[in-house]
């Protein structure tokens, strides 16, 4: 039988489904959750861990096929990818759980049928392992697994026992953690004695197939392991190794998962075929090292597919960064094969091809994608070009060097010599140069960056009640809460109303250990039977209020959910309260009704986004009381003209008065709905919240706009958001994009702030054009609209339009101020020389050379002049000398430098404003009173040298001046 991939996945799917009652759960993002990391999802469990945890689940027997991606972190293949036939960034895992339902025994059962019977691999290829024990934990050997397998009918000399790096599995040093049994396959057919010693030695000749883990532990921060009160299977195989099991292929390139996009790539490239040589990034051999870059192009042009499906961009930032550095990996592999632009785009419908029936969200974008991609490639490639310009200009300054040392490496990389140059770029043009890098200087430059950069943030990760205390309250059967109450509120006009409700104290939390009461001063967490108060989810944050008890007070910091328990986080402001107390809750009623017309105006504005800008991701939002921050993907750039049309779109929503609907839905239905909204990263429960706006669009027919999965609580109808204005952008030209806005009362203001800067900005324009305004009152008043734009929330177009403006004004104060200062500067020496007796001026002034020159080249029928600025510790001389006096032999330059030797470090130069040393000539140096005092001895003693040698000479007045 052929089997072909996607037979091979879809029979693993329907053998889990019909035969043994899975359900068939969608593989999950590969984007983590936020609380996640900043890595890709590398695992098909990444979705279920809230169920190990101890949250209920919603199906007890589940299947899927689960993308995957390893970049970075703790499993990262891709310096290995191209070098070998079998790793990739890329994968897919086919997977099979049971949660609290079925065990070890119906689990190996499963997979041995599936194996054997189903895909018809030989038994006796197939090689099983489970968990030794360890003496130092005293945990036994899990010979239950062992014997279940012998009665399956695997013999003895196929069975092996290994230790806790191969066959036991945790989440992490605390939590949910088990023995596991792995099913391994003898790819070279050998007896018994020889395979079963290559399982777990590192070997491709006996390979892991299938991997089963049995959650039955929990392990505590102390290391003890405590049972779970449920047990779980969580088993995973990779695909893209069955796939080459079953294809008889000894390459997983050489399946049909791969081999199609290599014949596109054959057919793209000028360089020799495909002949699946191995070899190193350093290989020498030229075959080998087109293979690898075969081998790089078609894992990575399948991974960056798999990622812009998801709405991932290439840019700066963690998974952006990672996505952008594997494209460039990918052109650079394209350039070994000689490949035109345009290679990587070009392959992307055969990865539609091969993966768009088992992920859809592929084939919804293809072009989109490939424009993506092109758009990278010419980024890149530019970028090339530019650092080879940088490199060079570099190494003129550093000469010939063999060596880079880290500083000079930092210096290319930071821009010092033109634009900033990637490190890998740096590494490969200094290769191609034969000159060598200090790699660990490098990495202690870059470690120091980020230490820099972390001391600029601020952490605060909240911490939750500990896992052994959730299961206590499990065990005692307390009972989850229901909070279904933060739903009930009523409104009439705009005005809104969150009534009381009375619940009981079921559990005390006091520094992670349950307790029977608090007093007052102290911290604890409170778990209710029903609350109203809102817990932190889906950006919003939690609700502040009271909890009023007939004996205490207390003060609701923080809320938060934890396997189904509201826990109220509290401070006890008086009094003691004791488990088991009737009590009233009492919610912040402006605080939550801030956060619901924060959240509501949230949808508006991801709405009206997409609308203007098309393609539009939410990749996050920040919901609190006084403003909503929103963070987004899409590939074009956000200008002030898109602004303006979102916040127009915007304010026409409000205006209608749009009716917000919540309703309750089955998850799998509600993702079918025509334009809804929801995040890829986000784990939604079976059942969901919808809220949508609905509004009359002529006579009696409604129209839906927003509709979005959304468990946070909302104004009830749009007109109560009043207004919302767009404060802030970060990212406008970048692949992430955030916004920041403000709604209600601070939008009417900051629109009244934008108002009053305007008129300032007005009034400005026109104290200009008065003569009796002097420039000093306009810097001031320049000062105060300075002060305006940083303290005052302004609309983020107005701000710019006012700030445009603004920046002209300031352009013509300055051109007064300058004509001001030179009109005063002019008559300052115009007096020197209408008051000083004698034949030339030698005087002290504040100037700058540039408006001192232009004076002097102003003034008519002027003497010489020499002017000392001795404010600064290297003072400056300027002796400039009028043309008729040039004419008879007195020239500045010579004048100028017999008194240089007067001056401690002095330097004469000419002037950039006047280039004629005859005319004007200057001099630096350690000038003082009496340094001038000596220059004036010899500047007078020069003058008169040179007087003595002319004929009589007359000034403008007829004096005799020789």
Same mark, same amino acid.
């Given at each position: 039988?052929?089997?072909?991939?996607?037979?091979?996945?879809?029979?693993?799917?329907?053998?889990?489904?019909?035969?043994h009652?899975?359900v068939?759960?969608?593989?999950?993002?590969?984007?983590?959750?936020?609380?996640?990391?900043?890595?890709?999802?590398?695992a098909?469990?990444?979705?279920?861990?809230?169920i190990?945890?101890?949250?209920?689940?919603?199906?007890?027997?589940?299947v899927?096929? &689960?993308?995957?991606?390893?970049?970075?972190?703790?499993?990262?293949?891709?310096?290995?990818?191209?070098?070998?036939?079998?790793?990739?960034t890329?994968?897919?895992?086919?997977g099979?759980?049971?949660?609290g339902?079925?065990?070890?025994?119906?689990?190996?059962?499963m997979?041995?049928?599936?194996?054997t019977?189903?895909y018809?691999?030989?038994?006796s290829r197939?090689?099983?392992?489970y968990?030794?024990?360890?003496?130092?934990l005293?945990?036994?050997p899990?010979?239950?697994?062992?014997?279940i397998?012998?009665?399956?009918?695997?013999?003895?000399?196929?069975l092996l026992p290994?230790?806790?790096a191969?066959?036991?599995?945790?989440?992490g040093d605390?939590?949910?953690c088990?023995?596991?049994?792995e099913?391994?396959?003898d790819h070279?057919n050998v007896?018994?004695?020889?395979?079963?010693?290559l399982?777990?030695?590192?070997?491709?000749?006996v390979?892991?197939?299938?991997?089963?883990?049995?959650m039955?532990?929990?392990?505590e921060s102390?290391?003890a392991?405590n049972?779970?009160p449920?047990?779980?299977v969580?088993t995973?195989m990779g695909?893209?190794?069955?796939t080459?099991l079953l294809?008889?292929?000894?390459?997983n390139?050489?399946?049909?998962?791969?081999?199609?996009? *290599?014949?596109? *790539?054959?057919?793209?490239s000028?360089?020799?075929g495909y002949?699946?040589?191995?070899?190193?990034?350093?290989?020498?051999?030229h075959q080998?090292?087109?293979d690898?870059?075969?081998?790089?192009i078609?894992?990575?042009v399948?991974?960056?597919?798999?990622?812009?499906?998801?709405g991932?961009?290439?840019?700066n930032?963690?998974?952006?960064?990672?996505?952008r550095?594997?494209?460039?990996r990918?052109?650079n592999? #394209?350039?070994?094969l000689k490949s035109?632009?345009?290679?990587l785009?070009?392959?992307?419908p055969?990865?539609?091809?091969?993966l768009?029936e088992?992920y859809?969200?592929?084939?919804?974008?293809p072009?989109h994608f490939?424009?993506?991609?092109?758009?990278?490639?010419?980024?890149?490639?530019?970028k090339?070009t530019n650092?080879?310009?940088?490199?060079?200009r570099?190494?003129?300054?550093?000469g010939?060097v063999?060596?880079?040392?880290?500083?000079?490496?930092w210096?290319? %990389?930071?821009g010092r010599?033109?634009?900033s140059?990637s490190?890998d770029?740096?590494a490969?043009l200094?290769t191609?140069?034969h000159?060598?890098v200090?790699e660990e #200087?490098v990495?202690?430059?870059?470690t120091?960056?980020k230490?820099?950069?972390?001391?600029g943030?601020i952490?605060t990760e909240?911490?939750?009640?500990?896992?052994?205390?959730?299961?206590?309250?499990?065990?005692m059967?307390?009972p989850?809460?229901?909070d279904?109450?933060?739903?009930?509120?009523?409104?009439e $006009?705009?005005?809104?109303?969150?009534?009381?409700?009375?619940?009981?104290?079921?559990?005390?939390?006091?520094d992670n250990s349950?307790c029977?009461?608090?007093e007052?001063g102290?911290r604890c967490?409170?778990?209710?039977?029903?609350?109203?108060?809102?817990?932190? #989810?889906?950006? &919003?944050?939690?609700d502040?209020?009271?909890?009023?008890t007939?004996t205490?007070?207390i003060e609701?910091?923080?809320?938060q959910?934890?396997a189904?328990?509201?826990v109220?986080?509290?401070?006890?402001s008086?009094?003691v309260?004791?488990?088991?107390?009737l009590?009233?809750? %009492?919610? $912040?009623?402006d605080y939550?009704?801030g956060?619901?017309?924060?959240?509501?105006?949230?949808?508006?504005?991801?709405?009206c986004?997409?609308?203007?800008?098309?393609?539009?991701?939410?990749?996050?939002?920040k919901?609190?009381?006084?403003?909503?921050?929103?963070?987004f993907?899409?590939?074009?750039n956000?200008t002030?003209k898109a602004? &303006?049309?979102?916040?127009?779109?915007?304010?026409?929503?409000?205006k209608?008065g749009?009716k917000?609907?919540?309703?309750?839905?089955?998850?799998?239905?509600?993702?079918?709905?025509?334009?809804?909204?929801?995040?890829?990263?986000?784990?939604?429960?079976?059942?969901?919240?919808?809220v949508?706006?609905?509004h009359n669009?002529?006579g009696?027919r409604?129209e839906?706009t927003?509709?979005?999965?959304?468990g946070?609580t909302?104004?009830?109808?749009?007109?109560?958001?009043?207004?919302?204005v767009?404060t802030?952008?970060?990212?406008?030209?970048? #692949?992430?994009?955030?916004?920041?806005?403000?709604t209600?009362l601070t939008a009417?203001?900051?629109m009244?702030?934008?108002?009053?800067?305007?008129?300032?900005?007005v009034q400005?324009?026109?104290?200009?054009?008065?003569?009796?305004?002097v420039?000093d009152?306009?810097?001031?008043?320049?000062?105060n609209?300075e002060?305006?734009?940083?303290?005052?929330?302004?609309?983020?177009v107005?701000?710019?339009q006012?700030?445009t403006?603004?920046?002209?004004?300031?352009v013509?104060?300055h051109?007064?101020?300058n004509?001001?200062?030179k009109?005063?500067?002019?008559?300052?020496?115009?007096?020197?020389?209408?008051?000083t007796?004698?034949?030339?001026?030698l005087?002290?002034?504040?100037?700058r050379?540039?408006?001192?020159?232009?004076?002097?080249d102003?003034i008519?029928?002027?003497?010489p002049?020499?002017?000392?600025?001795?404010?600064k510790?290297?003072g400056?001389?300027?002796?400039?000398v009028?043309?008729?006096?040039?004419?008879?032999?007195?020239?500045?330059?010579?004048?100028?430098?017999s008194?240089a030797?007067k001056?401690?470090n002095?330097?004469c130069?000419s002037?950039?404003?006047?280039?004629?040393?005859?005319?004007?000539f200057l001099?630096?140096?350690?000038?003082?009173?009496?340094?001038?005092?000596q220059?004036?001895?010899?500047?007078?003693?020069?003058? &008169?040298?040179?007087?003595?040698?002319?004929?009589t000479?007359?000034?403008?007045d007829?004096?005799?001046?020789?």
């Open positions: 039988m052929r089997w072909g991939s996607k037979h091979i996945r879809q029979t693993f799917i329907d053998f889990f489904n019909k035969q009652d899975h068939i759960i969608p593989s999950s993002s590969i984007i983590p959750k936020k609380s996640d990391g900043t890595y890709f999802v590398n098909g469990m990444n979705q279920f861990k809230s190990f945890l101890g949250h209920p689940a919603t199906h007890r027997r589940v899927n096929s &689960q993308k995957c991606v390893r970049i970075g972190g703790k499993h990262n293949d891709l310096d290995d990818v191209g070098s070998d036939l079998c790793h990739h890329f994968f897919e895992m086919l099979s759980w049971s949660f339902d079925y065990f070890k025994k119906e689990a190996c059962a997979a041995w049928e599936l194996l019977s189903v018809r691999i030989p038994p197939l090689y099983v392992t968990f030794g024990g360890d003496q130092q005293r945990l036994q899990d010979h239950q697994s062992r014997d397998w012998r009665d399956i009918g695997v013999k003895d000399d196929h290994c230790g806790m191969d066959n036991f599995w945790d989440m605390t939590g949910p088990g023995p596991c049994t099913i391994h396959y070279t007896p018994p004695d020889q395979a079963i010693k399982v777990n030695s590192g070997s491709n000749l390979t892991e197939l299938w991997n089963l883990v049995f039955q532990y929990n392990r102390n290391g392991l049972a779970l449920e047990q779980h969580d995973g695909l893209e190794r069955l080459a294809q008889n292929k000894k390459s390139y050489d399946t049909d998962l791969f081999l199609p996009i *290599i014949k596109h *790539i054959e057919k793209y000028r360089a020799a002949k699946g040589q191995c070899g190193s990034a350093t290989d020498t051999s080998a090292g087109l690898r870059a075969y081998r790089v078609s894992d990575h399948r991974t960056i597919t798999i990622c812009l499906a998801e991932l961009l290439p840019g930032d963690d998974l952006q960064q990672k996505l550095m594997l494209m460039h990918a052109f592999a #394209a350039s070994d035109p632009p345009g290679l785009s070009n392959l992307i055969s990865v539609i091809e091969s768009g088992a859809p969200e592929l084939q919804h974008y072009q490939q424009d993506i991609v092109n758009a990278a490639e010419e980024n890149y490639r530019q090339i650092g080879r310009h940088c490199f060079q570099a190494l003129q300054k550093y010939s063999k060596r880079l040392t880290g500083d000079q490496v210096e290319i %990389h930071v010599f033109g634009d140059v490190l770029l740096i490969d200094a191609e140069l000159i060598q200090d #200087a990495i202690v430059k870059m120091e960056k230490e820099r950069d972390a001391q943030r952490y909240k911490t939750v009640i500990p896992s052994s205390i959730e299961l206590i309250l499990k065990h059967g307390v989850i809460t229901d279904s109450y933060k739903y009930l509120y009523q409104s $006009n705009g005005v809104y109303e969150i009534s009381s409700i009375r619940s009981n104290v079921l559990q005390l939390v006091k349950l029977e009461s608090v007052g102290e967490d409170v778990i209710l039977d029903k609350t109203q108060f809102y817990s932190e #989810a889906g950006g &919003q944050v939690s502040k209020g009271t909890i009023k007939g205490g007070v609701v910091e923080d809320v959910t934890v189904g328990y509201v109220h986080r509290c401070f006890v008086s009094g309260i004791r488990v088991g107390d009590c009233t809750l %009492h919610i $912040n009623q939550r009704f956060c619901m017309c924060n959240h509501t105006a949230t949808h508006v504005l991801n709405y986004l997409n609308e203007v800008l098309g393609d539009v991701k939410q990749q996050g939002s919901i609190t009381p006084t403003k909503l921050s929103f963070d993907t899409c590939l074009g956000l002030l602004l &303006q049309k979102i916040e127009d779109i915007v304010a026409d929503i409000i209608n749009q917000v609907l919540r309703r309750e839905m089955m998850y799998s239905d509600a993702i079918t709905l025509s334009h809804v909204r929801y995040l890829n990263n986000e784990m939604y429960p079976s059942t969901v919240y919808v949508s706006f609905e669009a002529s009696d409604s839906v927003s509709v979005e999965l959304c946070g909302h104004v009830h109808n749009t007109r109560d958001i009043q207004d919302l767009i802030s952008v970060s990212g406008a030209q970048a #692949a992430t994009k955030n916004l920041t806005a403000v209600g009417k203001q900051a009244i702030n934008a108002t009053r800067v305007k008129d300032q900005i400005l324009e026109s104290d200009i054009g008065n003569d009796e305004v420039s009152i306009l810097l001031n008043l320049e000062t609209i002060r305006c734009f940083t303290d005052l929330v302004l609309p983020k107005k701000r710019e006012l700030k403006r603004f920046d002209k004004v300031k013509k104060i051109q007064k101020r004509k001001d200062e009109n005063d500067l002019y008559q300052k020496v115009k007096n020197i020389l209408d008051t007796n004698g034949p030339f001026v005087d002290f002034m504040q100037f050379v540039k408006e001192i020159v232009q004076v002097l102003s008519p029928d002027k003497k002049i020499i002017l000392f600025n001795v404010e510790k290297i400056t001389c300027i002796c400039y009028p043309q008729d006096y040039q004419l008879h032999g007195l020239v500045a330059d010579k004048w100028l430098n008194m030797c001056v401690r002095s330097q130069f002037s950039r404003y006047n280039s004629d040393t005859k005319t004007v001099m630096t140096g350690s000038l003082d009173i009496d340094t001038v005092d220059c004036r001895t010899v500047a007078q003693l020069h003058f &008169q040298q040179w007087a003595s040698t002319q004929h000479m007359t000034n403008s007829n004096k005799d001046i020789s």
